[in-house]
């Protein structure tokens, strides 16, 4: 017998109309030559998870600096990832292997 999830985990958690625009105050405000994470940017919108961090930059970003929000790995997603690193060259973020170096271009934690 197949496992299935609750429906419950299927549907993303209810976000306030508050809350997408702190996200997306918060993108604009990330300066170039530097990055932030989905997790950082969740904690300090107050969201529960960084997961609606990318919900709402896949919904609501064509008009931010999208390419300066990252996994905390520092490795882009698969699809966006040669775009997105060719942007943050650009800015003269550092990049080894595909990873950005955090150590240098992560903002500050909130």
Known sequence: ????????????????????????????????RAVSTYGDLAAAAGLPSPRIVGWIMRTDSADLPWHRVV?????????LRARQL?????????????????????LPRS
Do not use: F, K, N
Request: hydrophobic share 45%.
């Open 1 to 32: 017998m197949r496992r299935t999830r609750p429906l419950a985990a299927l549907t993303m958690a209810a976000v306030t109309e508050e809350q997408v625009e702190a996200v997306r105050a918060l993108v604009a405000a990330i300066p170039p």
């Open 71 to 79: 996994p905390a790995s520092g490795r882009p997603a698969p699809g």
């Open 86 to 106: 060719a942007r943050l060259r650009e800015e003269g973020v550092r990049i080894v292997d595909d990873r950005i170096d955090m150590r240098a271009h992560r």
